[in-house]
DNA sequence: CTGAAAGCGCTTACAG
DNA sequence: CTGAAAGCGCTTACAG
């Protein structure tokens, strides 16, 4: 009995275009990649038939049998945050160009769900993985998902745990320290004494190296920094608007702050209006990231650039570099970073 | 002669496992799909030396006999812009929670761009396709990489052409008219009589659509709208800041605008500093998205929330209940949208 | 220059 | 409950 439903239509493969051209699937395969042993008059034969019944190259069955990959897969806590954005469009540009396909996975920053996505990827076969890690996960268990073979790219932040001899894992990793040093150097000239540094979790990699580089200036310019100068908060702007009322509970309460990044900046800039202060002008702060709304918001934000977009390129190229020298020691790359003077929100202390 | 080269471990298969266990490849591939045929003597042997092995299932040869696909392509204009990095975000969550991945494409909004990339990511096979056109592009162009059997969603934005009735393509789209016609409503309701509409390239669909809701409120309050009232740019911030002198080139000029986006808002904020005028003090505007920065610019923004993560959740949702029923009729879903009020950037007219 | 055969790592009837 | 065989759509030696 025929079946009353449209007939799907089978796919057509080499074999239908082979039977067409009345040559074998080698031939077609040939053609199919351009070799140049396919005489001239059989290519077009081949080429005009492919073009005719519409066929569809199927990559998946050729990786299978060449035992190749084409596609690498980018691990993000939040495609949300524009930071990651900007970078997985830098990423996706890059990897495109090189014929590959970005496979995506978003964690949001938890380890059971970067466990979850890794193990999933990896599933479906790429032949590496830029990986920016969810806060708090470590080498073992993302080592356990991947196995020991997987080329990764470690971007933004280190990864709890020690890293076996034998995987060559490359990282791109911002210059936390030297940015934030630039940041707290520039408030300094700025005559600013009392500086607190402000956001961020504590524990994670990249607060640990801003803090250190805020350190390092405020110790060059032997400049006392109080316990209750380091304030601690989620990196998110709501969090950190909370988090105002911490600064001004010491006494004497600091007249500047380094944020350790953009959105905690921001979220400081409403925590201060709250309390009828203007950033800008009775409270100096500095940013880090130079998102988009650091150029906009009103004072503009002295912040440091990291140029996410370029840093997704460079991540894929590492990555794309290392698929080809698999067994080369793994490097690690530090990016610098730029001051972006905006001094609507720093101003010069009034004495 | 032995390679000097540390021996690349082989992958481990179904085959390491069956022997290693001393079943046959079928009973380790049932145990892999937890089947209760298996006994639980047989399994529990089975799975200690699947983890003992390390061994990973390759989803892409199990696709290629099941002839399935586990995987979803989502092709953006530009991952960078907020509206779209929510979108994806959305759309990634959801189709991670079905067990399928994310391919990545962007189009950088050139045709020509998207037709190269359809063309690669159908060659890897996925399910379906959830494409925001790049504007100019054409049916006919897409079909033609897509074949007439993949499931489409299209969002936001129509593409040019008709569409065959052999495809069923689903539409997901903003209800930009019913969006457009809100701001301008809020703006007449305080007190404006001479409003533009600003920004946009006329021939996107989605500008003429907020054009059309313009209109239509506009008409309603019996306002008229002069042509120069009508300004384009391209969606940007920074040509929307280069076209703010066309917005006075008219005179009287008008005192309010509806803008096309919220980064043509921005922009539009930025051009009216440049010449001296405050941004909801001597001129009230509107934006359409209600990306982050709305609320955190200064003077904050009226605009239209979109809820861009959520439309990618349901996004995902159409094109996977899709996947389930390819021959039923397309359908095309209009999203509600909401007029957000943040009154600094459109006070009421002063008389 | 072209074809026949084997194989990538799985799953699917079909036997037993 | 388990195994032997065929096959998904390609590519790769190997012959000729």
Redesign the pocket.
Known sequence: MPSTHAPIR??????DI?AAC?????????V??N?????????ERVQAELQRQG????RA??N?????SSSIALVLNDLANPFFAEFAAGVDEEVGAAGFVTLLGSTGESPERQQAVLSSLIEHGPGGIILSPAEGSDVSRVMESLGPQMPVLLFNRELGGDLPESAHWDRLMLDNARGAELATMHLIEQGHRRIAFFGGHAQSSSCQQRRAGFMKAMKRARLKVPRDYLIESAPTRLDAARACDALFASDPAPTAAVCYNDAVALGLMLGLGQRGLQPGRNFALTGFDNIGEAAMVSPSLTTISTAPRERGRQAARLLLARLEHPQERGERTIVPVELIVRDSSCPPLAA
């Open positions: 089978r796919k057509v493969t080499l074999i082979a009345d040559v074998s699937r080698a031939t077609v395969s040939l199919l990649r070799s140049p042993l396919v005489n001239r008059h059989t290519r066929y569809i190259y199927n069955a050729a299978l049998r060449k035992r190749t």
